[in-house]
């Protein structure tokens, strides 16, 4: 079973690989980012089109009647639609959320910017959140840093930041649970 994860990692990438060559050729690889973005959302968002996306139920020619509507209704065109199409003939539409994350890695890549995932307990002020993006900044080597952040009060204080594939839980929950354990075992 784990190798069908990275079997489809692997497929994923290589289609996120060729539709950036062929986006930039086009010099459409901003446009193409965008929109598949914006399908992603709308997968993230409807059951019915996660179920359309993912099961073997519905035929190649199916699911593309069904995605046309969709793509027209959301201004979605050119390479991004027909590439989404094409992933829905080759029977692969379960596998394009990873082939979208794929793209938009590749893309960030060639951009110069890195994604940072931050979990705050309340929101942060402007000026918290200019020094943390300068800290990330520097900590990627200058890149630029797009932050998304989140706000959950069930991390009670501190944050969490997820850089890349580098994790840093500083939140005070954390903590907490840590010396909880610790005295668990002293005790």
Do not use: C, W
Request: glycine share 6%; no cysteine.
């Amino acid at each position: 079973m784990a190798s069908d994860g990275a079997e489809l990692s692997g497929a994923a990438g290589r289609y996120a690989a060729a539709l950036y060559e062929l986006a930039s050729d086009s010099r459409a690889a901003e446009q193409v980012a965008k929109a598949l973005a914006a399908f992603g959302r709308l997968i993230e968002g409807s059951a019915d089109l996660q179920r359309l996306v993912k099961s073997p139920v519905f035929s190649a020619q199916e699911q593309i009647r069904a995605l046309d509507p969709i793509l027209a209704r959301a201004k979605i065109s050119g390479v991004a639609a027909n590439f989404i199409r094409f992933v829905a003939s080759k029977r692969r539409l379960f596998a394009l959320p990873a082939m979208i994350s794929a793209y938009q890695r590749r893309h960030d890549e060639a951009k110069g910017v890195v994604r940072a995932a931050v979990t705050v307990a309340a929101p942060l002020a402007r000026r918290h959140e200019r020094a943390l993006q300068q800290a990330l900044t520097s900590v990627t080597g200058g890149k630029t840093v797009e932050m998304n952040v989140e706000v959950d009060p069930s991390i009670i204080g501190g944050l969490k930041v997820k850089l890349g594939s580098r994790m840093v839980d500083a939140s005070l929950k954390t903590k907490l649970n840590s010396i909880r354990t610790r005295m668990k075992e002293v005790g």
